[in-house]
């Protein structure tokens, strides 16, 4: 059993930077890692994922270039660097743990989620 925490999320001003952080517990060094948002009445979609290794990475094209997705798997920890956040990234990020080493940016494809965090970019 896998479970994890999100924190970091908040109030910032566009323009402004985010870290968001997920803590894991249990054995997800085997496991891909990636965070998604949400907002009420839209389905949830891939902002970024890691594979086990750390080494590769993959954004959405929405956030290419300003977001950085990191991985320690000696601490177990999954972070998302936010820059250059725009009203549009206002939205609950989740953190997942797939229960396969190939990230994926597929929802259904993650097996374990934590309970989000809220961003809110203001204008």
């Known amino acids: 059993q896998v479970q994890l925490v999100e924190s970091g999320g908040g109030l910032v001003q566009a323009g402004g930077s985010l870290r968001l952080s997920c803590a894991a517990s249990?054995?997800?060094?085997?496991?891909?890692m990636g965070w998604f948002r949400q907002v009420p009445g839209r389905e949830r979609e891939f902002v970024a994922a890691?594979?086990?290794?750390?080494?590769?990475?993959y954004y959405a094209d929405s956030v290419k270039g300003r977001f950085t997705i990191s991985r320690d798997n000696v601490k177990n920890t999954v972070d998302l660097q936010m820059s250059s956040l725009k009203p549009e990234d206002t939205a609950v990020y989740y953190c997942?743990?797939?229960?396969?080493?190939?990230?994926?940016?597929?929802?259904?494809?993650?097996?374990?989620w934590g309970q989000g965090t809220q961003v809110t970019v203001s204008s």
């Open positions: 997942a743990a797939r229960l396969n080493p190939y990230a994926s940016s597929v929802p259904a494809e993650y097996d374990y």
């Open positions: 249990g054995r997800t060094f085997s496991y891909a």
């Open positions: 890691v594979r086990r290794s750390g080494v590769y990475t």
